[in-house]
């Protein structure tokens, strides 16, 4: 069955997601901000930008009008950075029908609420089904072909399970969840965690030490979840533990890139400059360090990040302060 | 305080251990079965042919001779393969002191009987208190002083902790944990894991997949775990996903090169001709088939190690198979 579908975000994972739900058949549109883009993406069927060398399907309709492009969508999917997911869903909603599902793909919190983007869509739009797609997915290799893996969470069970029938193919398999708040926490802090992987990795530490880094930075991520009322089992699922192996092990992820920048000594602002795009981890860290002290969670890994990114530490006293913490139960 | 020590198993984990544990002042002994080996680490101060480059201490013994090698120790560690534990165990056992703790530093299922390491030592000394070391640790990294983090599991917490004490230095972490159970099965069952994410690196199916594959393959270790009375949440921790992360990523694991041989059509012998150490995980993967299927859990991913290994199917025909199954719930 053909469902009409809405990608807003024209970065490489809306671009992605966007060409393989055409290739499935399904009638897309992708929406971006930058008009001069979006003429570029339609003239060359490429997004050369930002997934280069992936042809786009012709049926996909690249545009930078937001009104035309989710007019009538049943689908209408988010994949924009976090500091974005608010000013679009404002614009975008009126014009969205009033039997659509919202799709969160972006991963992150918001500056200032420190909500989750799925919370942030229901503060917009409290009356439409909110879908949370997350897990281990580098656009690169989604848009390939490459077989990947991931979760549909939701509150509502059949609007998950709609989108695990729109979106899912052999080489995409999607699993539903209820956990809605794990699997947001967890898509968005596995970013802080990877810039301290890469921190661990930039200064020669050894696998050893990284795996443990994974694990106990799932563990604190875990301690969140518990303490917001989610699943704690959640950081043991694709969202979690998935996405955060792939993250924090992949060379394509950006939030490694920035940790292995912050072991050779290189500033927050001369790191951003050399990226070119957002990591997501880098704002997460300060947003979730100040949400895990008013909460009381203890979270070390988490605050170790954000001294580093505040430039309150250096990434080598922040990992022997790590090092040097009292030891206990794993479980405590 | 000193704390006489017997490690017994000189391959790469045994001498890594006892090198950091003489290095941290203990009186080690050093045991293993070949004594030209023995006589060759002891005039070299070094193990070239499990350990090569690290300088012994000293202090640390080597030896050949079981019975004067735990006669009077604290501590006895077994690091061996799985398939000499119970050997090994029944020939030390009447000469260790009846005070002693016994360490479990070795992983894996003993063939025939499907126990895990720590209650073949508890079957052959049932008075001993017996603490499992687990956790992600290259034995190169642990000897080049690296760190790394460990999990120290016994029902017996005094012993717990008295290892967490004699073990734990700045440069090792070690935990404390009361589910034997879960640890053992987690650090047993990882080694299958591995195989998979080998197979699955050298079809090159990308790290997408890869990180899929070790999500759903912790997910069904944590429903053996469960099954058996142990806690889900530890396959979470460091002897779970922490040890499965480090073997399914590093280039150093066996386990790894097991799959990534599998993938590239070589046969088992070939393969184990190849490695000339033990891959612990051959062995596991059709203990543990046999296991999940006389307990009833559903372990898809061991499944189809133990049937390409038995030759019953290609690495492909594994990989299809597991992408062609039904969808559902993520923890169901």
Not at 197 to 202: I, K, L, N, T, W
């Amino acid at each position: 069955m053909v469902t009409r579908i809405a990608v807003l975000g024209a970065g490489s994972w809306g671009t992605a997601l966007a060409a393989v739900l055409a290739d499935r058949g399904h009638a897309v549109v992708l929406w971006g901000r930058n008009a001069a883009h979006l003429d570029e993406l339609r003239r060359a069927h490429e997004n050369r930008r930002y997934l280069p060398g992936r042809k786009l399907p012709p049926s996909l309709e690249p545009t930078a009008d937001l009104e035309s492009a989710v007019a009538g969508r049943a689908l209408v999917v988010f994949a924009l950075p976090a500091a974005t997911v608010r000013e679009v869903a404002t614009r975008a909603i009126p014009h969205v029908s009033p039997d659509a599902i919202l799709v969160c793909a972006s991963k992150g919190l918001e500056e200032n609420s420190g909500l989750t983007l799925d919370r942030v869509l229901a503060r917009v739009a409290p009356a439409l089904p909110i879908v949370l797609l997350s897990g281990p997915s580098f656009a690169a290799e989604v848009a390939q072909g490459l077989p990947a893996a991931l979760v549909a969470a939701s509150i509502d069970a059949v609007a998950a399970q709609t989108v695990q029938r729109v979106v899912a193919s052999e080489r995409l398999r999607i699993y539903t969840s209820d956990d809605v708040l794990g699997v947001a926490i967890a898509g968005a802090l596995k970013n802080v965690i990877a810039i301290a992987a890469g921190c661990a990795d930039g200064m020669g530490v050894g696998h050893n030490a990284r795996a443990a880094l994974i694990t106990r930075g799932l563990h604190e991520i875990g301690r969140l979840i518990e303490r917001l009322g989610g699943n704690p089992l959640t950081v043991a699922g694709l969202a979690g533990l998935g996405d955060l192996v792939l993250t924090c092990t992949g060379d394509l992820s950006r939030n490694r890139k920035v940790g292995l920048a912050l072991a050779r000594g290189e500033s927050v602002p001369a790191i951003l400059q050399g990226l070119g795009q957002v990591a997501e981890g880098i704002h997460t860290a300060r947003i979730a360090h100040d949400l895990s002290v008013s909460l009381g969670v203890e979270m070390p890994i988490t605050a170790a990040v954000a001294a580093v990114l505040a430039g309150v530490s250096t990434a080598r006293e922040a990992v022997a302060d790590l090092l040097a913490r009292e030891l206990g139960p794993e479980r405590a």
